[in-house]
């Protein structure tokens, strides 16, 4: 490997462990517009402004995040 070569792969093995893993939250006879509106509800009520992040989607507690999905029903299931 040359050394122009070295930068992209520092990146990409940087991406690859920086990403997030999802969550799944399941509800029984959920539609598609409704988990839409709970989750950025949920995401809204989880935001936190003070913490560090490249994107503002890192800047959610996922611990908050957790509990109110599960306040309104859904089963939550940690990434494998």
């Known amino acids: 490997m040359t050394w122009r070569g070295v930068p992209a792969v520092l990146t990409i093995a ?3 462990g920086c990403a997030e893993r999802e969550w799944t939250y399941e509800k029984k006879n959920v539609t598609p ?3 839409d509106r709970d ?3 949920c995401r809204q ?3 936190d402004p003070k913490a ?3 994107f ?9 995040l957790n509990r109110c999905m599960e306040r309104k029903g859904y ?3 940690r990434p494998t």
């Open 39 to 41: 989750i950025a509800s």
């Open 14 to 16: 940087l991406l690859v």
């Open 75 to 77: 089963t939550v299931r």
């Open 52 to 54: 560090f992040a490249l």
């Open 56 to 64: 503002p989607s890192g800047r959610v507690d996922r611990d908050v």
């Open 45 to 47: 009520e989880a935001f």
């Open 33 to 35: 517009t409704r988990y």
